[in-house]
């Protein structure tokens, strides 16, 4: 099954981590006691679905054929991203076979059977599955057996296990959650970089994102990651170590992690990849001050010099060693792209020293503020700093910096986190895009747009009929009550009012139907599109826009009123005593209406926020041409960079946006803002009172 199989991954994925949350719940395990062993579970059931997947792929080619029939050997295997597994290390046979209370020791065995087949696991994989409770694990890994997750690609398996990997990071499992970057801040460093080719190195390497989100951009391009890449990652905690190395192997990766003693980045470089990295990749521990200055005095890593020292021989601020690190592990064209705390960018005293030098030599590329709230153990904002070694030697290039202010981009998810959407992320690559003047892409982007906005505004037919049809079988169960009390006054002024909204938002989906195809015909009229007739053809859609603004409040309108119907019938006109009141059919009917509704509604507001993706690009670079932005984005130079103080905080250089009246607000956006708020609320709610039930519950006894 694919991506495409999951309507909803993410109620998917929410389901799937109560079967998780359930082993806490009926277990004294603490979270960061039980988290690896899961991680470890869903590692053997991909492994499994690799396995079979690649059996069924080599019988194929062997019935035709391609390869000749022969015992099977593990480079079959190898070459479609698979192992051959023992039959013992299977998922589905331990649970056929183990009913006689060694299911632990039949998981632990697996375990190693698989760390024995693939080297690079050895010693990674938990094993400590005897010490759970046999029916409690049997439990769990029939919930993880269901038949989604049988046959779940490789794709929905990563996106699985990344969701697994934030859920625990929430609660501090383990290190404090700062193993887990969040994806759309790795997927925006992947963007701008554009790690293709050669070493790839992240030495704070946490569960390994970096690696996965950088083999996506690959296979993306068509490209098969291990035959393009080698990764290389540093991360002090082994059992974070473990983490990577699981989830490599669960996106069929393969990458070298020291751990340990070994990776303590600040003195030694494990790999020896100084000057030898085309790029690096890291979220690194911001603010750490417990760094021995003796021990790294005459490091070949810190070319610029140590960034002030304290009383006790300590470095007072490690943020500026990691900015060098990533500069020197870069070969002269190497591209890196980190996360670093935003005190670092305005830092004074030696720090604002080492700054300047990093800037003198051109390779700082680009720098992006990021809002507060996008880090699930972190509040406060941060800074994506990128270099670029091979801008050193453009002249041009390299006496400017191009400073982006994303503060003000961002989605919410909850009450306390925000993220980018995949627009979004695309938005800042765009901008990136026309500074390192790749203009047609900026232009494909903005086509891509327009053409999906076409495309669902066209696929919007299905969801209003499912509307319109919802409307007619409700408003069909009420007509026989609504004649037979039409002169009840509370009922006949509701039921006029259902009956005009009822004729509108018929007509007005048969319009938009209507308005959709014919934009659908203009825009495959359309060839070859240059800038201008981009926005000739985002302009002519823009009617298209305002007809889902208006047909959304239509839809709303309708339901609502024959929620008032039906109350009125129902409190003010005693329905359920009337043999003409289906009362279960009616409020059947009135469930599939909402769902229907919320179905077209969000048919329209997707097609209309593509549209708004469009203008969001073409307004602010009408030329398909990097300008500044108020607000947004600046490039600028060297002088003005010394002209304040060797600062390189967006904020300081991009100023204010202009303050712009909305005159098409999105009320969809905020309503769902509001709901993510009381939602988060009602959360904490339920938890509350769940710790103040259990805490009487201890002094009782």
């Known amino acids: 099954m694919t991506a495409d199989h999951f309507t909803n991954i993410d109620q998917f994925n929410a389901d799937l981590w109560k079967v998780a949350d359930d082993l ?15 991680m470890g579970l869903l590692f053997l059931r991909q492994a499994t679905n690799r396995y079979y997947e690649a059996l069924a792929a080599i019988q194929a080619d062997q019935a035709a054929g391609k390869i000749p029939s022969r015992p099977l050997v593990e480079a079959d295997f190898v070459r479609r991203r698979a192992m051959m597994l023992p039959e013992d290390a299977r998922y589905d046979v331990i649970l056929e076979k183990r009913k006689d209370g060694s299911l632990g020791e039949a998981v632990t065995g697996a375990m190693e059977a698989v760390e024995q087949k ?45 969701y697994f990997l934030g859920e625990f990071s929430k609660q501090g499992a383990h290190d404090n959650g700062e193993f887990f970057t969040p994806p759309s801040i790795v997927q925006t460093i992947v963007n701008v970089i554009e790690p293709d080719h050669g070493i790839i190195l992240d030495p704070a390497c946490g569960s390994g994102g970096m690696f996965v989100q950088s083999s996506h951009f690959i296979e993306d391009a068509g490209q098969e990651t291990m035959k393009r890449v080698t990764f290389y990652g540093h991360e002090k905690n082994e059992t974070t170590a473990k983490l990577a190395q699981i989830n490599l192997a669960v996106h069929g990766l393969q990458g070298s992690i020291r751990a340990g003693n070994e990776a303590i980045t600040y003195y030694k470089d494990p790999h020896e990849l100084a000057g030898k990295c085309d790029f690096v990749m890291a979220n690194p521990p911001f603010n750490v001050d417990e760094v021995d200055a003796e021990k790294i005095s005459g490091d070949k890593r810190l070319p610029f010099g140590l960034p002030g020292v304290n009383k006790q021989k ?59 709230n996008f880090f699930y153990t972190r509040t406060v904002p941060c800074q994506l700093w990128f270099y670029d070694r091979a801008k050193e030697r453009d002249p041009e290039r390299a ?70 049809d919802a409307q007619e079988k409700l408003i069909g169960l009420l007509t026989p009550f609504a004649h037979e009390r039409r002169d009840a006054d509370p009922l006949a002024e509701a039921w006029k009012e259902l009956t005009t909204a009822r004729q509108q938002a018929m007509a007005d989906c048969a319009a938009f139907v209507k308005d959709a195809e014919k934009q659908g015909k203009a825009w495959a009229k359309g060839k070859d599109r240059d800038n201008a007739a981009l926005h000739a053809s985002r302009e ?64 329209l507001r ?92 201890e002094l009782g006894a």
């Open 399 to 468: 006496d400017h910096v191009l400073m982006l202010d994303a503060r003000n981009i961002f989605r919410k998810v909850s009450r306390s986190l925000c993220d980018f959407s995949p627009e979004q992320q695309k938005n800042i690559a765009a901008i990136i895009w026309l500074y390192r003047g790749q203009t047609e892409r900026f232009l494909r982007l903005v086509e891509s747009y327009l053409a999906e906005a076409v495309r669902l505004g066209k696929a919007a037919e299905m969801p209003l009929t499912g509307f319109v």
């Open 314 to 372: 300590k470095v007072s601020n490690a943020n500026y060693l990691w900015l060098q690190y990533f500069y020197s592990y870069l070969n002269e064209n190497g591209r890196a792209g980190v996360v670093m705390s935003s005190q670092a960018s305005s830092a004074g005293r030696d720090e604002a020293k080492v700054r300047e030098r990093l800037i003198q030599t051109g390779a700082v590329d680009v720098m992006i503020d990021i809002r507060g």
């Open 118 to 162: 693939f080297p690079p696991l050895a010693g990674q994989l938990p094993k400590n599955y005897e010490s759970l409770d046999d029916a409690l694990l049997e439990n769990m890994m029939r919930r993880f057996d269901t038949e989604a997750l049988r046959h779940a690609g490789g794709d929905v398996f990563g996106r699985i296990y990344e």
């Open 24 to 38: 806490r719940a009926n277990s004294n395990l603490a979270s960061n006691e039980y988290f690896l062993p899961i």
């Open 606 to 697: 997707q097609t209309r926020y593509f549209i708004r993706q469009a203008d969001w690009l073409q307004d602010r670079f009408p030329e398909a041409k990097l300008q500044d932005v108020p607000g947004l984005v600046k490039r600028v130079s060297r002088a003005e960079m010394e002209a304040h103080d060797w600062s390189l905080t967006p904020g300081r250089y991009v100023g204010v946006a202009p303050e712009e009246v909305d005159e098409d607000f999105d009320f969809e956006e905020a309503l769902r803002s509001i709901h993510i708020d009381l939602k988060g609320l009602n959360e904490e709610a339920v938890q509350l009172a769940a710790r103040i039930a259990k805490n009487f519950e």
């Open 540 to 603: 002519a859609l823009h009617p298209l826009a305002e007809r889902c603004r208006d047909l959304t409040k239509q839809i709303d309108l309708a339901v609502k009123l024959a929620g008032r119907v039906i109350d009125t019938a129902v409190k003010e006109c005693a329905a359920k005593d009337s043999e003409l009141w289906a009362n279960g059919d009616v409020n059947k009917a009135r469930k599939a209406l909402d769902a229907a509704r919320a179905e077209a509604v969000e048919a």
